[in-house]
């Protein structure tokens, strides 16, 4: 398909395990993002990647988050020794925009509904 | 500290009215501006958007204004569908940096009567 595909769609844990989350961005979208939802809530940044650079990783809550995305297309989040707080939908989304100015819309995976018991 | 804010949880219109739909910031950098349509189990999907260089923009149904002096925007669908039923996301970000990181707003439920 031609838009941001994510898997698993759903993802049941138990605390303390360890979970990957896997994002295929758009074909040839330079810039590839990481967001949490939680329930009611709107997306919250997590980690940025300019090709296999991750260039921002702010928002990641914990040494518990990493992500990497080596040869610059697949990304991988990984969370380790999961607790009941890192229950979400985890979002995938791709740009064309390098960074800078030249604004381009982020596009959207459907995200993994996360679920740690 | 929330600055992207949607203050209407959610908004009940008929169809063939106008929604009007809107969002408030608080970071003067903020210099482009996206709205997104979320439907339930999918992800946001791109609706429209606005550079701050402008006041408005239009496709087709949907028209976004932007009032910097105020800090807020709005989105306006006319005239209504019930296959525009869904929650809105504002978002905003600031260009120009490493990271066009997007700010997220907690998004309304836009329910279209038919």
């Known amino acids: 398909g031609a838009g941001v595909s994510q898997s698993p769609r759903y993802k049941v844990a138990k605390r303390g395990q360890d979970v990957a989350l896997r994002c295929d961005p758009i074909?040839?979208?330079?810039?590839l993002f990481w967001y949490q939802q939680a329930l009611g809530q709107g997306p919250e940044f997590l980690t940025y990647?300019?090709?296999?650079?991750?260039?921002?990783k702010s928002g990641l809550p914990s040494d518990r988050f990493f992500a990497e995305r080596p040869e610059g297309s697949v990304s991988t989040l990984k969370i380790q020794r999961t607790q009941q707080e890192d229950s979400a939908v985890y979002l995938c989304?791709?740009?064309?925009?390098?960074?800078?100015?030249?604004?381009?819309?982020?596009?959207f995976g459907d995200g993994t509904r996360l679920s740690i018991l | 500290d929330q600055q992207v804010k949607q203050n209407s949880p959610s908004l009940s219109v008929q169809e063939g009215r106008i929604s009007i739909l809107n969002c408030d910031y608080t970071?003067?950098?903020?210099?482009?501006f996206l709205w997104y349509k979320k439907y339930p189990a999918e992800g946001p999907t791109f609706l429209i958007s606005?550079?701050?260089?402008?006041d408005k923009n239009e496709d087709g149904r949907f028209t976004v204004f932007l009032n910097k002096s105020a800090k807020h925007l709005s989105l306006h669908i006319v005239p209504s569908q019930p296959g525009d039923s869904a929650v809105y996301f504002c978002?905003?970000?600031?260009?120009?940096?490493?990271?066009?990181?997007?700010?997220f707003g907690t998004g309304t439920l836009l329910a279209v009567q038919p």
């Open positions: 978002a905003a970000n600031s260009g120009g940096g490493a990271t066009n990181k997007l700010i």
């Open positions: 989304a791709s740009s064309l925009d390098p960074g800078g100015t030249n604004n381009q819309p982020q596009h």
């Open positions: 606005i550079s701050s260089i402008k």
């Open positions: 990647f300019q090709n296999e650079a991750q260039l921002d």
């Open positions: 970071n003067s950098m903020f210099d482009y």
């Open positions: 074909s040839g979208h330079v810039s």
